[in-house]
């Protein structure tokens, strides 16, 4: 195609010109045209021929960026709805392991040993045992002045308790979730034996608010010294 | 470059048609060569230089752009190597999470007492103590009416058990894993004292389907109100 | 434009070779011009013409990418800003991750009981109960051949203990935290009561390297077979 163009232009040009010398030149063409113009159309021809070929090279080169582009277009556009669905994942992530460190963070673990010398009763009435010598208190939902243990979240709890006793009254100790009595530990008094020992535990499912505490039923006893009779729970696992 | 083929080419049309006047075009060019060619000629000619320098602004976009295409596809590449790390320690973090999930939501907790009146036993047999008032069964892996705790999961498992009996008759009960004696609590019979109490705990590792129970020997005896005599156990932790 | 120049082109053409027929070429040109050139010039022209519209494709198309280039860059950037911000929360949840899991598998969980026949006790001073039966020890943190637990990671841990003695001598047993009291459990001895039971227990917050262990003080004495008298632990809570 090129040539063809030249050629006619060039039989032009030694039409009009044909006593033209073509040696000023030295970009290279075939010896047949190189005679067949003027030098200053031969320039100007071979600089249309050259601008046809950096318009193919342009082309080329703008076809395959073009090709380059439109494949990184999908590639991109690809990587977005990733990136997308990953930010996404990456939420959930964060959202469940903020959910676990919560659980992991509330601790609510406490023991307390009552506080005092001798015995704890026997009382006319029933009686909260207020466990004054706290031993551990994370969490705080002991109450050191009240005995009352409260939840401070809905979970599942462990209680246990355990009492000594001189023989001489019944021990007797009562744990109750708000109005209601869970388990309790008690034995008779004796007159032959110098002591009793008795405890128990429990797994409580407890909500929000609910309170645990010990109650000493009327004319029982139990040893008030600081390491016998204590109250001790925590939180097995949040609902 | 440009000058020199201008020029020659406005020398051919000075040649040719010298008595041209190129005041028509309003293109700036030099007055040596303004008046060496025809008007029609000089357009062409300038119109091939605009060309010309068309062609060279649109290489110098095109060179641009494809090193900004270079640039990009290289950055591309590196985010898609970025993501695709991210997605693969995504998917890791979402196992372990799931895993810290499953362990979290994993819940066994049970807690039991025997429920009747007056004594359980003596029986001229060992028998397994039915605890048949439920307090808690988080996984329902106790056995309300079998007495008898399943693991749903292999783990390490906190089990307790709390008595109390009537001094008239041995109290006495034994903590079985599977066929395998693990603790115990008792107390001799007693005429001059009124009541026993025991209890004992350990923690145990089991595997999935593991039994622990509880049993009462022959010719002993625990109470059989429904506070006193009771059976709890958790999951500390999954293997 | 593109008109006015090929009209004057074309003018020129005609002043030089008027008489050229031009029906060699299929490429439309309007009936005015058609004639007006000879063909080698009008291929000339045609071709350029051709250039110029091939220009203003390239141009367009060029523009085209430089805009689409100008928007992938833009989203390009836009993806690595979140790609780079999802890495940052990744690490961060990765490290909390690990923080869970390190929770998760620090697990400190031990029971022993004494390991004998007949009595441990009683003693001219006081000594350290070694739980030689080792049931369960999950961490190694309770020393088989001291009675003494170590504390291998700063937390909160749960302690119970449970003995058994004949009523001969007194039963006590004194739970300590390093050179601390914490609690005990005890009973009388009594010739009429065949046995004693007791226990306790409690929650203590402990330092890494803290100590617990369990005393039989002077002239005391527990059951020393298998499975009555034992001592049990576990981690409830790192700090």
Redesign the interface.
Known sequence: MKFT?LF??L??CS???AQEDAN?TDIEINSQTQSAC????C??LM??GA??E??RV??T??KD??T??QD??T??KD??T??KD??T??KD??N??MD??N??RT?V???A?VDGSGHIGPFNTDTTVIYGRV??N?GGAYGQYTGIFTAPVAG?Y?F?I?Y?AGGSHEGKL?LFKNHQ?????????????????????????LQQGDQVYVRLPTNTHVWGTN??T?F?G?L??QI
Do not use: C, W
């Open positions: 163009v006619f232009v039989l032009f039409l009009t010109l000023a003027s030098p200053d159309m320039d100007l600089k249309f601008i046809e950096k318009l342009i082309e080169r703008l960026s073009e380059r582009l990184s277009e590639r991109l990587s977005e990733r990136l990953s930010e994942r990456l992530s964060e469940q392991i676990l460190r659980k992991e601790k673990i406490f023991s040993a031993i551990t994370i599942v462990y246990t355990f000594h009562l009595l869970m388990i309790m530990t008690h034995d008779q008094p004796s007159d032959s034996d110098g002591a009793d020992n008795g405890g128990n535990a429990v797994f409580l499912e390491y016998h204590t001790s925590f097995v696992s």
